[in-house]
């Protein structure tokens, strides 16, 4: 029987990394094997949309440090491993500051978990729902990026 939200966040907060394995992604659960590199404008978007995609549905968690396997059975993805990323990956704060430069109108409560609590290189992006008048939570950058990259 899958884990609910509560407890995958207990399970983190606890750090029993290995209860997480054979769970399935879902509508509010998303794994990455390591943080999003933002070195680009196009990894920034990814991440932008990601977190728009959940704050518009029912709010959730990105876990970083969690590899994933494809299951047509299922069609979706399955944490198979756990790999934990170099600490130096994940600075909480800039995450927090693409977010709401990228984002429409700016998440509160958007928690970003510092890897550094972590001995194995695990981070969880939180997720709240959108609600009322800010709803839907718009990725405000999205022309600008595909410009961008089409320019000679």
């Not at 978990?113 to 718009?138: C, F, R, Y």
């Amino acid at each position: 029987m899958p884990l609910s939200r509560d407890q995958v966040q207990a399970n983190l907060a606890a750090g029993n990394f290995d209860t997480l394995l054979g769970e399935f992604e879902s509508d509010w659960l998303e794994c990455k094997r390591q943080p999003y590199g933002l070195d680009s404008d196009e990894h920034k978007l990814e991440l932008a949309k990601d977190v728009s995609a959940l704050a518009n549905g029912s709010g959730g968690l990105i876990m970083f440090g969690f590899a994933t396997v494809k299951r047509l059975a299922h069609a979706t993805d399955q944490v198979d491993k756990i790999r934990p990323f170099p600490l130096g990956l994940l600075n909480p704060d800039r995450y927090v500051q693409i977010l709401s430069e990228w984002l429409w109108p700016p998440l509160e409560n958007l928690r970003v978990s510092d890897p550094t609590d972590s001995a194995k290189g695990i981070a969880v992006i939180d997720v709240p729902a959108a609600t009322g008048h800010d709803k839907p939570v718009l990725v405000t950058k999205t022309g600008a990026v595909l410009r961008g990259s089409h320019a000679t």
